[in-house]
C-alpha cells in the first residue's frame, strides 16, 4: 500500500482481554517502530525492529507487553490482560532507514473499559 | 477521531502571519531532528529534517533552526494558513525516535 497501515482504528476491551494491534509498513521499509502515545502527550516509544530482528524493546512498559515481526514485514503488538492505564493510541511507523524519517500510521485507539 | 493535544501550550496566530515553535532536545549526542506535524485523529506527518552538522534548513514554507549549544530547536512556518493548525512535535534522533512535548498551533482567520 501507499503508507503505512493499522488495524484495528479503534479497540475497546474489558480490563484483563488480551488485544492484538497490527501494523503493515510501507513495502521494503527495514525498520518499524511502534509507540505508545497517551491522549495529550507526545508519542512514547515502545519498541523498534529492523526486518525481523527486535534491536530495542526498552519502551515495552511491562511483560504484559510484546511485540513481533517474524517475516520482516506486518508486525503485531500484543497485550495481555489489558489495564486502564494501557488506553491510548498505539503509533507503528516504518522507514527505509532508522536515520531517515519514519513514516507513521494514523494508530489504533485502544480503550481499555 | 480523538483530540490531540488537549493539555498542549498553545501558539495562537492570525492567518498569514508567521508563526515560531520551539522545542528543548535532552541529548547532546542525537546528530538528527525531525519536525512532525499531528492533527487530530492522525499520526504525526513528517515535515523536516535537520542534521546536527547544520543550524538551518529550508522547506516549502518552514525553516527549521538549530543552536545545538543550548539544544535547541525551533519550526518557522510563513504565512501560516488554516489548515496549519494542528499539534506540531520535534524529535530527536538517538537511535529511536525520542519526542518532546508538543505544541498546538491555532491559526484564525
Known amino acids: 500500500g501507499a503508507g503505512v497501515s493499522q488495524s484495528p482504528r479503534y479497540k475497546v476491551a474489558k480490563r484483563g482481554q488480551d488485544v492484538a494491534l497490527r501494523c503493515d509498513p510501507i513495502?521494503?521499509?527495514?525498520?518499524l517502530f511502534w509507540y505508545q502515545q497517551a491522549l495529550g502527550q507526545g508519542p512514547e516509544f515502545l519498541t523498534y525492529?529492523?526486518?525481523?530482528?527486535?534491536?530495542?524493546k526498552s519502551g515495552l512498559p511491562s511483560d504484559r507487553f510484546f511485540a513481533e515481526r517474524p517475516e520482516g514485514s506486518v508486525s503485531t503488538l500484543k497485550i495481555q490482560r489489558t489495564q486502564q492505564e494501557d488506553s491510548a493510541v498505539y503509533l507503528c511507523?516504518?522507514?527505509?532507514?532508522?536515520?531517515?524519517?519514519?513514516?507513521f500510521g494514523q494508530g489504533t485507539r485502544l480503550t481499555v473499559v | 477521531g480523538e483530540s490531540v493535544g488537549l493539555h498542549l501550550p498553545t501558539l495562537s496566530v492570525q492567518e498569514g502571519d508567521n508563526s515560531i515553535i520551539n522545542c528543548a532536545y535532552s541529548?547532546?549526542?542525537?546528530?538528527?531532528f525531525i519536525w512532525y506535524k499531528q492533527e487530530s485523529g492522525k499520526g504525526p506527518q513528517f515535515i523536516i529534517d535537520i542534521r546536527s552538522n547544520m543550524d538551518k534548513r529550508q522547506g516549502q514554507r518552514v525553516t527549521v533552526l538549530l543552536n545545538k549549544t543550548v539544544k535547541h530547536l525551533s519550526l518557522q512556518i510563513a504565512a501560516t494558513q488554516p489548515g496549519d493548525s494542528a499539534v506540531y512535535f520535534c524529535a530527536e534522533e538517538h537511535n529511536k525516535l525520542i519526542f518532546g512535548a508538543g505544541t498546538r498551533l491555532a491559526v484564525h482567520p
Open positions: 511507523a516504518s522507514s527505509s532507514d532508522s536515520l531517515k524519517e519514519a513514516f
Open positions: 513495502s521494503g521499509h527495514v525498520s
Open positions: 541529548n547532546s549526542a542525537s546528530d538528527y
Open positions: 525492529f529492523q526486518n525481523e530482528a527486535q534491536l530495542d
